[in-house]
């Protein structure tokens, strides 16, 4: 089941390399619109929340405990957490100097290393992630994390169409 569960994900990242594939670097961190995210913002998003749910102990209360994720990086950034919190967080100089490349780069290696630590751990699916409440079942949180990525993919996509980008079929 786990390995169905992690295909399914890796899916959704199939589809991520085309949502940065000749996206223009003066756009990466360019919000489209009022109270929509930008490309890079919507990728600290992805990472941030597999990193926080596959590979930490960060609880579910307010802002997770990053000190507890055993990933890190600079897209493990609570700017990142949520709507409509993330919308008064604007990215950080050193956020802004990625290009797009780089962003997918350290998108990739954030998702390589929360699967890795999270299939090492060897959890049953059918029990709450460790330091979760107990809703959050490894089971759930796979699943969640396929959904989490399609969605904000989706949302890169389009931010990418009101810039006027040109966007690869897919």
């Known amino acids: 089941m786990r390995d169905a569960y992690l295909n399914v994900l890796e899916l959704g990242y199939y589809e991520v390399g085309f949502a ?3 996206l223009a670097d003066e756009n990466v961190w360019k919000r489209p619109a009022p109270g ?27 802002y997770p405990d990053l ?16 709507l409509p919190r993330t919308l ?7 956020h802004r100097a990625l290009s797009g490349a780089q962003v997918l780069a350290e998108l990739l290696r ?11 751990r060897d959890l049953d699916l059918d029990l709450p992630l460790p330091g979760w409440p107990p809703e959050w079942t490894g089971k759930n949180v796979l699943q969640y994390m396929a959904f989490h990525v ?4 989706g949302q890169m996509f389009t931010a990418r169409h ?6 690869p079929d897919n």
């Not at 000190?67 to 949520?82: E, N, P, Q, W």
């Not at 399609?150 to 993919?153: F, M, R, S």
Request: include cysteine; hydrophobic fraction near 40%.
């Open 162 to 167: 009101l810039l006027g980008e040109p966007t």
């Open 67 to 82: 000190t507890k994720c055993r990933v890190s990086g600079l897209l493990i950034d609570h700017r990142f957490a949520y």
């Open 36 to 62: 929509l995210l930008s490309v890079g913002e919507l990728a600290g998003h992805i990472a941030y929340g597999e990193a926080t749910h596959l590979a930490g102990e960060c609880g579910k209360e307010g």
């Open 150 to 153: 399609a969605y904000h993919t």
């Open 110 to 120: 954030v998702h390589a290393e929360s699967v890795a630590d999270f299939t090492a």
């Open 20 to 22: 940065f594939e000749g």
């Open 88 to 94: 008064d967080a604007l990215p950080s100089e050193e």
